[in-house]
């Protein structure tokens, strides 16, 4: 079983930058896509972005193109969210995920196992 561990949130302001880590243990992630996922308050879960096992397909929602990047180290076997310009209505708790795949997809119910999220908060 795969744990991730998020880390890297914190408060900004707004039109700041934030870099969140997700790091993978008891099994390498090499091989699987992995997924950024958020929940605002008082809103439902919901997608980020999404990147293959290569690193070769990413995809994002329309609300953070532009302004977030997903990456990935297999060697450090940990994902990134690189947050750029960021808005108040990017606070939320935010959520790594994997499949036990290396297709990535936008579908929540296709991650197999997450990690307990770290709090992003945007002041204006």
């Known amino acids: 079983q795969v744990q991730l561990v998020e880390s890297g949130g914190g408060l900004v302001q707004a039109g700041g930058s934030l870099r969140l880590s997700c790091a993978a243990s008891?099994?390498?992630?090499?091989?699987?896509?992995m997924g950024w996922f958020r929940r605002a308050p008082g809103k439902e879960r919901e997608f980020v972005a999404t990147i293959s096992g290569s690193g070769g397909t990413t995809y994002y929602a329309d609300s953070v193109k532009g302004r977030f990047t997903i990456s990935r180290d297999n060697a450090k076997n940990t994902v990134y969210l690189q947050m750029n310009s960021l808005k108040p209505e990017d606070t939320a708790v935010y959520y790594c995920a994997g499949r036990t795949i290396t297709i990535a997809t936008k579908q929540m119910s296709e991650y197999g196992y997450w990690g307990q999220g770290t709090q992003v908060t945007v002041s204006s």
């Open positions: 008891r099994r390498t992630i090499s091989s699987a896509a």
